[in-house]
């Protein structure tokens, strides 16, 4: 079985430039979660889709941070503008339902500088 | 706000002994609980967990246990081995909840050396 894919695995920007992630869950898994995991932290939820629609985006900072999931399967998330402080692994995951076990892709290293 | 605290950055075993990693949480609507493991490089893997109506599972060397009163679990690695070395996510999640959101601690890194 296939694993949650993500790319790029890294991505060096500077300040105010945009950036774009992406993310395909495994094959029927009706969940997919963005998390932001800063170093020396634990992951932290940035957005949840069951199928494509948005079930808890209020981490998100919505002001310089967007995300969809069209046709319920793939997902972007982006960044304009990035700041130095957006620099962590973003971690894409997916899960059957809700309240069910995540699995979680290798993830995307940003730095910002 | 921390709602699930790790509160030991780092812990080192010998090789062959027992890893004791623990966990405390905050919020008492938590009935679900999760250890995942990470590798550098790579994403969180699933390792183990327990449901709130327990106080113990057990798989194969990994064991959690669950202390509802104290709000507090524990994940014991016996005997701990080389490759256990790694990044231990505690999480927790209130399946009442319809939203399903997975509360992570910030990580403990067990080292085992030979």
């Known amino acids: 079985e296939a694993g949650v894919a993500q790319s790029p695995r890294y991505k060096i920007i500077e300040k105010r430039q945009s950036v774009a992630f992406w993310c395909n869950p495994i094959?029927?898994?009706?969940?997919l979660y963005w998390y932001q995991q800063i170093l020396g932290q634990g992951p932290k939820l940035l957005i949840q889709f069951q199928n494509n629609g948005v079930v808890d985006d209020s981490q998100l900072p919505k002001d310089r941070f967007s995300a969809e999931r069209l046709k319920g399967v793939d997902s972007t998330l982006k960044i304009q503008p990035a700041k130095l402080e957006d620099s962590a692994v973003y971690l894409c995951a997916s899960s059957p339902g809700p309240n069910e076990k995540l699995f979680f892709g290798s993830g995307t290293q940003l730095s910002v500088l | 706000d921390q709602q699930v605290k790790q509160n030991s950055p780092s812990l080192s075993v010998q090789e062959g002994r027992i890893s004791i990693l623990n966990c405390d949480y905050t919020?008492?609507?938590?009935?679900?609980f999760l250890w995942y493991k990470k590798y550098p490089a790579e994403g969180p893997t699933f390792l183990i967990s327990i449901s709130s109506i327990k106080d113990k599972n057990e798989d194969g060397r990994f064991t959690v246990f669950l202390n509802k009163s104290a709000k507090h679990l524990s994940l014991h690695i016996v005997p701990s081995q080389p490759g256990d070395s790694a990044v231990y996510f505690c999480?927790?999640?209130?399946?009442?909840?319809?939203?399903?959101?997975?509360?992570f601690g910030r990580g403990t890194q067990l080292t085992v050396w030979p």
């Open positions: 094959s029927g898994h009706a969940t």
């Open positions: 999480a927790a999640i209130s399946r009442g909840s319809t939203l399903g959101r997975l509360y």
């Open positions: 919020n008492s609507m938590f009935d679900y």
